[in-house]
């Protein structure tokens, strides 16, 4: 079988940081990385204008530009979509800010190689990536101002919150759906969507986080 094989503009404004991820890019066997390397804004402009590539690995911090004004040019460059957040910012503020733009991903630096290809291809395929720093922070941060957008990964709406803290208090579908008035099939949906958004796979594990979910917001 194939590798796939993935062109990746990489803006990062710390030399050190670019050799680094590029030659363990290049190096790995999963995906076959052609990587090309911009220090700031103008210099990934440059070669947005004259060139095409798969995904856009993007630093917030760059030297001529704060990260609204490089993500609004990347929209008006159409490549917003593809481009996966690297950084060690994980302010709830800003990860909001960023999905709001439409990237396709919003990873710490502080993650492993393994999960940096693993958002690369996912991003690639055109799903979202977030990293569970990043969806805990939104989550924690803002429980009483959460958006109701099901396309934004990590961050529930009112009505998935609600269901979280039922979830929590050991309800079952039924119970959950005549709380909230739906239909079980609507609360079984609502539920589907969480555990998606927040990378969970089990309904045990959904009941563990939201009991974590609910100790936090009680202290």
Do not use: W
Request: overall charge positive; hydrophobic content about 40%.
């Amino acid at each position: 079988m194939h590798n796939q094989s993935l062109s990746i503009l990489f803006v990062e404004d710390y030399h050190m940081i670019r050799h680094a991820i590029k030659l363990f890019l290049k190096s790995q066997s999963r995906v076959s990385c052609q990587v090309k390397e911009a220090s700031s804004l103008s210099e990934a402009n440059n070669f947005l204008i004259s060139q095409s590539f798969d995904l856009i690995l993007l630093d917030l911090s760059l030297p001529d530009a704060d990260y609204c004004s490089t993500l609004r040019r990347l929209k008006e460059l159409g490549v917003v979509n593809k481009t996966l957040v690297l950084t060690s910012n994980c302010d709830e503020q800003v990860i909001r800010k960023c999905f709001s733009f439409g990237i396709g991903g919003y990873l710490l630096k502080l993650c492993s190689p393994e999960e940096l290809v693993r958002a690369l291809i996912t991003v690639k395929r055109g799903d979202k990536y977030y990293c569970n720093e990043a969806a805990q922070a939104v989550l924690n941060g803002g429980k009483r101002d959460l958006i109701d957008d099901p396309s934004v990964p990590g961050v529930l709406s009112k009505r998935e919150f609600e269901i979280l803290k039922l979830v929590a208090k050991d309800y079952n579908n039924a119970q959950i759906a005549e709380l909230t008035h739906l239909s079980v099939r609507t609360v079984e949906g609502h539920r589907r969507n969480i555990r998606f958004k927040l990378n969970i796979q089990t309904t045990a594990g959904l009941i563990k986080y939201a009991l974590e979910v609910m100790r936090e917001e009680s202290r």
